[in-house]
């Protein structure tokens, strides 16, 4: 449904309406169907769904990773991990979401309040998210290090 809306943005910005076609989602009268109307909500909902993801995205950044059959895995993060800038590196975690077969790893603050830190909260320890509770550690990896290394 998002890319129904891209394309219909696309054309509403690069080219003159004209008018409507009579049939699924316009009736014989020009007015809305309510299947159209059932389109726009989903629509609408995704961009929300949308919304929310880049919100996340801004707090939990995704990981750096790399794999090589000599190596092994690699993950690591930097100020610029998964195409978020930011101002801090952050450490790798798991992140598990509901409905997710297998966590993901993203780079998680390790210092001031919580990201959902409210003013009027109690203090805070100045360990950033690490303690947000669908994070988990790798096995292996030193809990402050920038990078963890998996060898086959």
Known sequence: MLTLHNWLS????????????????YGKDGLPTPE????????????????????EKQKFPPCNAEWSATRGSRFWCSQESGGVSRDWIGVPRKLYKPGAKEPHCVCVRTTGPPSDHMPDSPPHRNRGDLDHPSLGEYTGCPPLAITCSFPL
Not at 36 to 55: D, M, P, R
């Open 10 to 25: 696309f054309y509403e910005k690069n080219y003159v309406f004209v008018g409507q076609v009579i049939g699924r989602f």
């Open 36 to 55: 159209l109307k059932q389109v726009e909500a989903t629509i609408t909902k995704g961009l929300e769904a949308n919304k929310q993801e880049l919100k």
